[in-house]
């Protein structure tokens, strides 16, 4: 229980770290999806391999990680540039939305991969959750540029697949900090031959604002890695949908879009979801418990 806790704590700050990266990004302005993606790994890299040194860990992954390392790297890559195309092209509730899709990648992967049982209600209750986002960005496809809305959501797959291996890779023993720094270090190294043939200059607020983008992402980073170490994505995924929350208060401080009735009535679902979610996740403990 107490594992689980502090993985639902963790999915919630890393939701918001995430939404204030995407603000970031789209605050950046005109800059290619991979330059951005550049800027933000390096922030993430260089603050996992601080924290790295500073605990004296060893940089050599586990025996047998390598490979879900770089599946994790790979895919957590695709996810990003993708995202990032969606946040630049589409509303930001829409691109958030779609990128909310990667719960259900994560459970489907965890059943898929890991062997990871869901319940007939888990299903349910993320499933509510989805429609819960439905109301909140009111999708219309007669107004959304399909490219940008396949991409967001091929963003939102990577990243349930990025994920899964994260969990798989906190149950093999493999410490946060070296996932986020070969992640980050990988996805720097993936990015940077596109940057020296096609770099667009940027002026110092552009940069700080990209700066600021890294920070965020790495305090995300963080947190969802400790997330899916610490609980089941089945557990836990649910709490993610509250990034679009966060990316609807910070719309309102920000850039002044004030929710309609709709817009809340879908926070009110996403909300009880989670909170039923939670209670059954709690009842199901004590009953096994018992036995």
């Known amino acids: 229980m107490k594992e689980k806790h502090k993985g639902i704590v963790c999915i919630i700050i890393s939701a918001f770290c995430f939404a204030l990266m995407n603000v970031f990004v789209k605050l950046s302005g005109d800059i290619p999806s991979i330059q951005k993606s550049l800027f933000r790994n390096l922030v993430a890299a260089i603050f996992a391999l601080a924290i790295l040194i500073r605990s004296g860990d060893s940089f050599k992954w586990e025996k047998g990680n390598l490979k879900l390392l770089l599946i994790r790297s790979f895919m957590g890559t695709v996810g990003i540039i993708c995202n990032f195309y969606a946040v630049d092209h589409l509303v930001l509730s829409d691109a958030s939305m779609l990128n909310k899709m990667s719960p259900f990648f994560v459970i489907l992967f965890s059943y898929l991969f890991l062997k990871e049982k869901i319940s007939l209600f888990q299903a349910l209750c993320v499933s509510g959750a989805f429609i819960g986002s439905l109301f909140v960005i009111k999708p219309s496809f007669e107004n959304v540029n399909l490219v940008a809305a396949g991409i967001g959501f091929l ?21 946060g900090p070296r996932i986020v720094f070969f992640f980050s270090a990988f996805s720097c190294l993936v990015c940077l031959p596109w ?97």
Do not use: W
């Open 195 to 291: 940057i020296i043939f096609d770099y667009h200059p940027m002026s110092t607020r552009q940069l700080l604002i990209l700066m600021l983008a890294g920070l965020s992402a790495a305090g995300g980073q963080f947190a969802i890695t400790a997330a899916y170490a610490h609980a089941p994505g089945r557990e836990i995924s649910v709490y993610d949908y509250s990034q679009i929350i966060f990316s609807a208060m910070l719309g309102l401080f920000i850039f002044g879009q004030i929710p309609d009735s709709l817009s809340f009535a879908g926070y009110a679902i996403i909300c009880t979801m989670a909170i039923l979610m939670f209670l059954y996740d709690n009842s199901s403990n004590k009953v096994a418990i018992k036995k």
């Open 155 to 175: 963003g939102g797959l990577g990243a349930g697949a990025a994920y899964t291996c994260v969990r798989k890779l906190g149950q093999k023993g493999e410490k």
